[in-house]
């Protein structure tokens, strides 16, 4: 069946560090996988994509790494400040659901220490 | 950025009534609307896919009866919990994608639903 996991439920950094969550996904169907924050009592913000076709794509402080060989996804926080504390979520869209859904991990809670 | 709203933000109902969460793309047509569920600690669940004009799909162990989903147009879709029960309390999310987007989807803020 289809899921996605994550190896750590819980990341506890100080602030300026440098963040890594990782995530295990396992349908090789899918071609597009996203990671969302997620602050308590509110829907998840949308941080950055990637599409199968490309191993890295960095945004601003973030970076998202594939290996599809491992499906494997990561994401890394530079200088992890305070404000990005909070629920992390990898969802993937497996290619052979037909509505384009998404298919969300199980989460890592980020805790950053001033 | 594209916007969603959902309506209302937190409810509190008694247990047997039915509870209507209303969502909105605020700058957007949408015309798939989805429906997640999210416990506590847990991950977005998806309940049900809905594109405009046309029947919900939803997914393996939902009711179609109980959680009756409407997206009667491209800016609104309604999830409807009917003869509501504690175990359906949670957190309902809806999420909305462009027209013009292959994959990306707009979430809306959640409703907090308690049922007593």
């Known amino acids: 069946g289809e899921s ?19 995530c295990a996904y396992s349908n090789s169907a899918s071609d597009y996988f996203i990671w969302y924050k997620q602050e308590s009592g509110k829907g998840p913000q949308f941080i950055i994509d990637i599409r199968s076709n490309m191993d890295k ?36 869209n497996p290619t052979n659901t037909g509505f384009q859904k998404l298919v969300f991990g199980t989460g890592t809670r980020l805790l950053v220490s001033p | 950025g594209a916007v969603v709203s959902q309506h209302p933000s ?10 209507k969460i209303e969502c ?22 998806l309940m049900a896919t809905s594109n405009e004009g046309s029947k919900a799909t939803y997914e393996q162990g939902v009711e179609k009866d109980k959680f009756l989903i409407n997206h009667a147009s491209l800016t609104l879709s309604t999830l409807t919990v009917t003869s509501a029960h504690p ?17 990306e989807q707009y979430f809306g803020p959640g409703t907090r639903l308690t049922v007593t």
Request: net charge positive; proline share 3%; aromatic share 12%.
């Open chain 2, 87 to 103: 175990e359906d309390s949670s957190f309902y999310i809806c999420s909305g994608r462009d027209r013009w987007s292959s994959y």
């Open chain 1, 57 to 92: 794509r960095q945004g601003q402080r973030v970076t998202v790494l594939l290996n599809k060989t491992v499906k494997h996804l990561s994401l890394q926080i530079a200088a992890t400040q305070p404000g990005d504390s909070a629920v992390y979520f990898c969802a993937e």
């Open chain 2, 10 to 19: 937190w409810v509190i109902c008694k247990s047997g009534t039915s509870v």
């Open chain 1, 4 to 22: 996605v996991g994550l190896h750590l439920p819980t990341l506890s950094v100080q602030e300026g560090d440098n963040s890594i969550i990782n």
């Open chain 2, 24 to 45: 909105r793309s605020l700058d957007f047509q949408a015309t798939t609307m989805f429906w997640y569920r999210q416990f506590p600690k847990q991950s977005l669940m």
